[in-house]
């Protein structure tokens, strides 16, 4: 058996190499801790479902602290969870060799449901895990009223 490394088709041409309005090359150039930055923002995974009791938002936040952590609900029914997850400071007599955590900043928005009752949102965080609960107010079903037909 032998192996055939193969090679994409995009290690070999970028289309886009030497385009003049490459924004995000530029972006990046002139603030170096953007790709980072955008990095931690975008990797910030959070699961929502809606039980019969309410909704419920699960976000990994490994190695963070709650005090790192906001959870605020803004008008409009907005929820809003963010936080900062700082750099390890590199000491002279260290030598890095990979950093492939993420740090920096995070934020992630939810419109929530009429339904919900926004003054008994809680918030736990357990393990590297940050639990939201939302409870859903009794929504009451619409009166229905038979009318007889006559004729």
């Not at 936040?61 to 907005?78: A, D, H, S, T, Y």
């Not at 003054?119 to 038979?146: C, F, I, R, Y």
């Amino acid at each position: 058996m032998s192996i055939v490394r193969r090679s994409n088709m995009f290690d070999l041409w970028d289309p886009f190499q030497g385009f003049p309005f490459d924004a995000f090359r530029s972006l990046s150039e002139s603030r170096p801790n953007f790709v980072s930055d955008t990095s931690a923002f975008a990797n910030t995974r959070i699961d929502w479902k809606e039980t019969p009791e309410g909704h419920v938002f699960k976000a990994d936040l490994p190695g963070m602290k709650k005090e790192e952590v906001k959870v605020e609900v803004e008008e409009g029914r907005v929820l809003q969870i963010s936080g900062e997850r700082n750099k390890e400071t590199e000491e002279k007599n260290e030598k890095w060799h990979r950093v492939e955590r993420s740090s920096g900043k995070f934020l992630r928005r939810f419109r929530l449901q009429e339904n919900a009752k926004l003054e008994q949102v809680k918030a736990t965080m357990e393990n590297g895990v940050l639990t939201v609960t939302v409870p859903k107010k009794e929504m009451k079903k619409p009166e229905v009223k038979s009318i007889e037909i006559s004729g």
